[in-house]
Every structure is written in C-alpha cells, then in structure tokens.
C-alpha cells in the first residue's frame, strides 16, 4: 500500500529508502524532502510503502517525479497517472508498466578524497555566494537545462534554489570575468553524507579554457574534505570531460522515464 508521508513512522520508512549515497535520485529526494515535507504550500507530496514492506521514497511535484527504492511498479506507476505526473526521474534498472526510458545518463563518482585540483584560469574570479537570479538566467541560455524548461519551470527552479541555499542544502558557485558570469556549476542537493553535483554550464566564448573543471574539481573537493560522497549525472557527449577530472563510473544509470503514450 502506497502512504502519503504524513506520520513519523512514514517519514521514517521514507528515509530509509534513502540511504544509498551513491544514488543520485536518492540524494535529491532526500534534499527535497528536508526543504519541503513541512510546506505544503511548495507543492511537493511525498509518498511511501506501509509498515513492514520494502522501502521505496517518491516525491512528486506537477508534472515531476523522483523514484528511488523498491516500490511496485504497478501500483506506482497507477499512482503517477493518477497525479498527472508526465517525467520521472529514477534509477531503477526496470522501466514502470506504462512508462518508457525518455533518456539515460552515466553517474560518476569523485574519489573519496576529492579530484585533484585544477587551477582558476587567469583573469577569472571565483563567487561562491552568487546571485540565484543570475545563475538561473545564466542557465536558461546554456544547454544543461531540457527541453521541458519553460517560463513557469524557471520560477519553480529558482524559488527552489532559494529556498534550499537559506537552508544549507545546496552550494553553488560561479566563475566571473569583470562581473560576468562566464560558468557556473554547483552541489543542488546536498544531504547528511552526500552531495550531488550538477548543472554545469560554461558560456559558448569560454569553453576550452578549463573554467567548468577548475569549478567542479574546487566544489568537489570541498564537499569530499567535509566528508560527503560526490556523485554527478553526465549528459550524453560530456563522459569523458569528467573522467579526465578524476571521476569514476560505477555501473550505475540515472534515467528520465515518460508516460508510453506521449
């Protein structure tokens, strides 16, 4: 039986679906939980599996969802036509009745200690503390986001991101020439023991010049000397950037799922 978290022992069960650190879906589920489990007025609703089943967390929010764990796809994916839910992210290795992989991508992993560090381009200055408005507008004109980003989906993102920096959930840095931002990348869901990177973007007349690395290698080692487990979703095309910054493959797949029908 699928339960809306709502009781303690709920949001216990919901967490224990959680726990895999290198499961990006994990790790961002558990972020979005902590920021929006006691807002409804987010939007956000958090579902799981009764007493004595196995764990499974699902966060839905409009159109999007987040599936981690061992929830019966059947009963699920019913759930999700229900709530008119139309993209899901997840790692499970077997599709929903229903639903289609929409696209699959490569987790990579930093080493324990952190990739090794790579130097700030000449004449460029570091922000860590940037304005999200900036960065979000910086996005939108870059290719990290999808085609399902529109106008209403870039407001959701950039309240969200508000929302979860004023709470130390997410840490994003730009790198800047004479005030512009010419990249950014950041840690947009960062739990107890885990950190996931992603939206990594550099300004088409500065590619090639090592800003995006020296800013993933610098954020990642800092969240490695804290102690978290670093993992990053790599866009088809861009493996092999990651893996000459140090960061490994271990078999596991992110995918984006949709309905069979659409």
């Known amino acids: 039986m699928i339960r809306l978290v709502e009781s303690a022992a709920d949001a216990a069960r919901f967490r224990s679906a959680l726990a ?4 990006p879906v994990a790790v961002e589920t558990a972020v979005r939980f902590a920021a929006f489990h006691q807002l409804p007025g987010s939007g956000w609703k958090f ?8 764990p499974f967390a699902l966060a839905v929010r409009g159109a999007s969802a987040l599936l981690t764990g061992s929830a019966g796809g059947e ?3 019913l759930l999700l036509n ?3 839910a139309r993209r899901l992210k997840t790692s499970r290795p077997d599709p929903l009745p229903g ?3 929409d696209a699959a991508f490569h987790v990579f992993h930093a080493p324990a200690e952190g990739p090794g560090a790579r130097p700030l381009p000449e004449g460029f200055v570091l922000n860590e ?3 999200l408005l900036g960065v979000t507008e910086f996005l939108w004109g870059g290719e990290s986001m999808t085609a399902h980003h529109d106008r209403r989906s870039t407001d959701t993102f950039y309240s969200e991101i508000c929302a979860m920096r004023n709470r130390g959930l997410t840490e994003i840095w730009t790198l800047e020439e004479k005030g512009a931002t010419v990249a950014t990348a950041g840690a947009y869901a960062i739990s107890e023991n885990a950190a996931l990177l992603s939206a990594v973007e550099t300004a088409p007349a500065f590619r090639g010049r090592g800003c995006a690395g020296a800013l993933v290698c610098a ?3 800092k969240l490695c000397g804290q102690g978290k487990a670093v993992c990053l979703v790599a866009r088809p095309g861009v493996e092999g950037f990651y893996e000459k910054l140090g960061f490994e493959q271990r078999g596991l797949t992110y995918g984006h799922a949709a309905p069979e029908n659409e």
Do not use: N
Not at 20 to 23: E, H, K, N, R, T
């Open 75 to 77: 009963e699920v994916a």
């Open 20 to 23: 895999d650190a290198q499961d």
């Open 219 to 221: 954020l990642a080692r």
């Open 129 to 131: 503390a940037p304005s």
């Open 82 to 84: 229900f709530l008119q």
């Open 99 to 101: 639903w289609r992989q």
């Open 47 to 54: 579902y799981t599996g009764g007493e004595g089943e196995k």
